[in-house]
C-alpha cells in the first residue's frame, strides 16, 4: 500500500560519503520497522540497517557497523541512511522497506513495502 521512493545514491571514492533518502507516501505507524537493505546482481538482498518507527532503536549488519547511521524524520515522512567511510565492497542498489508488523528485522523476505531502489558505486 505505502509507496517509497529512494534518492541520494551515486558513486564516490573509497573513503567518501553519501546519505541515502527514503520517502513515504504516508505515515508510517510507531508499530511498524523500516529498513535499508541492497542487492548485488548474482546475490540475495541483504539487510544493512533498521529502525522501529516508533522508537527510535536502530539494528545494523555487522558489515556496515560504526560507519553508516539509519535516522528518520517522521514530520517529513522520510528515511535516511548515513554512509560513511564508504568501500568498494558497499556498491550495490540500495533499497528501502517497510514492515507494518510486531518485530523488527534484517531478513528481507519478512518486508511487504518496496522502493525501486538508489545505486550507489564506491571506487577505489
Known amino acids: 500500500q505505502v509507496q517509497l521512493q529512494e534518492s541520494g545514491g551515486g558513486s564516490v571514492q573509497a573513503g567518501g560519503s553519501l546519505r541515502l533518502s527514503c520517502t513515504a507516501s504516508?505515515?508510517?505507524?510507531?508499530?511498524?520497522?523500516m529498513g535499508w537493505f541492497r542487492q548485488v546482481p548474482g546475490k540475495e538482498r541483504d539487510g544493512v540497517a533498521a529502525i522501529y518507527v516508533g522508537s527510535g532503536s536502530t539494528y545494523y549488519a555487522d558489515p556496515v557497523k560504526s560507519r553508516f547511521i539509519i535516522s528518520q524524520d517522521n514530520a517529513k515522512k522520510t528515511l535516511y541512511l548515513q554512509m560513511n567511510s564508504l568501500k568498494p565492497e558497499d556498491t550495490a542498489m540500495y533499497y528501502c522497506a517497510v514492515r507494518k508488523s510486531l518485530g523488527c528485522t534484517l531478513v528481507s523476505v519478512y518486508y511487504k513495502s518496496w522502493g525501486q531502489g538508489t545505486q550507489v558505486t564506491v571506487s577505489s
Open positions: 504516508e505515515y508510517i505507524s510507531s508499530g511498524s520497522c
